[in-house]
């Protein structure tokens, strides 16, 4: 499963039905959430794996807690939020108010909601990342390259699909964002992790950019 299937398929919108269903928050929102969180999430743990003490713990946490059973059983996206938050507290660091600020802003969810949806969504991104691993046979020193090719994957799919419903969702969503990016918003997002973008001055290409630093 490729991470755009994962934004556009049955557990993306289980998901977001779920997160619609106990925040009132529009099913589109929460799609364009995850669309931005998902990758920046895998950026971070790459960049992160690139420490091997960093890849030893992420290699036991996903061996452990995320073999990706989540995936079939969405009902576990609610029953983990609690540990979703301390995967968040985690990757990000004292950067992740900054991250729920900037999401908040971009995606127009309320910044007391931001928080308690991404910690209901951080558990599936893990559960995905450690399907991926399970089916890849990777240990502790291969995550970087894995995190790394999902990213570039994804980022080959989004230009391949210049027209889908998910850029149709993050067109609406992100509203004036889009006014100054290439018009392919999950291109955007995804350059933008990837390195890609860094020449674009406004819209979704900089949408990232403070948060991400260069990284």
């Known amino acids: 499963m490729s991470l755009i299937d994962l934004l556009t398929g049955n557990t993306g919108n289980q998901v977001a039905q779920q997160a619609e269903n106990k925040f009132g928050i529009s099913k589109n929102q929460i799609i364009a959430l995850l669309a931005v969180a998902a990758p920046l999430i895998i950026s971070h743990l790459r960049n992160k794996s690139q420490d091997a003490k960093e890849a030893e713990a992420l290699n036991t946490a996903l061996d452990k807690d995320h073999d990706g059973s989540i995936l079939?059983?969405?009902?576990?996206?609610?029953?983990?939020?609690?540990?979703?938050?301390?995967?968040?507290?985690?990757?990000?660091?004292?950067?992740?108010?900054?991250?729920?600020?900037?999401?908040?802003?971009?995606?127009?969810i309320s910044i007391d909601k931001i928080g308690p949806i991404l910690a209901m969504l951080a558990p599936v991104i893990m559960g995905y990342i450690g399907k991926e691993k399970q089916q890849n046979n990777v240990g502790a020193g291969g995550l970087g390259d894995l995190l790394g090719g999902i990213l570039g994957n994804a980022s080959n799919q989004a230009q391949e699909q210049q027209s889908s419903p998910l850029n149709d969702i993050l067109g609406s969503v992100l509203g004036n964002s889009q006014s100054q990016s290439s018009g392919n918003p999950l291109n955007d997002i995804l350059g933008n992790v990837l390195g890609g973008n860094q020449q674009q001055q406004g819209g979704l290409g900089s949408i990232l950019g403070n948060i991400l630093g260069g990284k």
């Open 72 to 108: 079939n059983n969405t009902s576990q996206a609610e029953e983990r939020q609690v540990e979703g938050g301390s995967i968040l507290n985690h990757i990000f660091g004292g950067e992740k108010q900054n991250v729920e600020s900037s999401l908040s802003q971009n995606t127009g």
